[in-house]
C-alpha cells in the first residue's frame, strides 16, 4: 500500500513533528472503512467521507493529499488552495506548464505549500549522499549514476 510507510511516522523523519490522519475519502467508501479498521491505532479516529470536497470541507484539515488521477491533479489542488488548505500532490504535478504555474501562483497569494509528493528530497539516504560529497572523502565527483529501490513486501 502506498500510504503504509507514511501513516507510521507521519512527518517524524525530517523534524520530529506529527501529524494525525483526520479524513479520507475514497470512490469506494466501504474500503475505504476497511482500510481505516485494517489499520486500528494508526488511523484511529480518522473519518472516512463520502466526497473530496467534503475532505476540503473539513475544518480540521490543514492538509490534503492528492492521490487521484493525473487528470485530476489541478483541479483538486486548486479547490484545497481555495479553501486554504496545505497540498501536497503526487507525481505528476501537473499535465502541463500552465497548470503548475497556476498551482504554485495561487499557493503563494495563500501563504500555503504546494508540492510534489518527491519522498527522495527528504529520504536519510539522501542527506548521508550529500553528506559524503560536502564531505570531500570522495575527492571531486563529476557525475553520480544512483538507482533507488525499496523492497515492496510483494
Excluded at 509528493?117 to 548521508?128: D, E, I, L
Aim: charged share 20%; proline share 4%; with cysteine.
Amino acid at each position: 500500500s502506498i500510504i503504509d510507510a507514511g501513516l507510521t511516522h507521519p512527518c517524524s523523519a525530517t523534524n520530529g513533528a506529527t501529524a494525525t490522519i483526520t479524513a479520507l475519502a475514497s470512490r469506494d467508501p466501504a474500503l475505504a472503512n476497511e482500510y481505516v479498521q485494517a489499520r486500528g491505532d494508526l488511523l484511529r479516529g480518522c473519518r472516512v467521507l463520502s466526497s473530496y470536497q467534503e475532505v476540503i470541507d473539513q475544518a480540521d484539515v490543514d492538509a490534503v493529499y492528492i492521490p487521484l488521477p493525473n487528470s485530476l491533479h489541478y483541479e483538486w489542488t486548486m479547490k484545497a488552495l481555495r479553501a486554504g488548505k496545505h497540498v501536497l500532490v503526487e507525481k505528476p504535478f501537473a499535465a502541463n506548464a500552465e497548470e503548475a504555474k497556476g498551482m504554485v501562483q495561487l499557493a503563494k497569494e495563500k501563504g500555503l505549500v504546494c508540492m510534489e509528493a518527491q519522498h527522495w528530497y527528504y529520504h536519510p539516504v539522501r542527506a548521508r549522499l550529500l553528506e559524503t560529497l560536502e564531505s570531500g572523502v570522495l575527492g571531486k565527483v563529476d557525475e553520480i549514476t544512483f538507482s533507488f529501490r525499496m523492497k515492496m513486501g510483494l
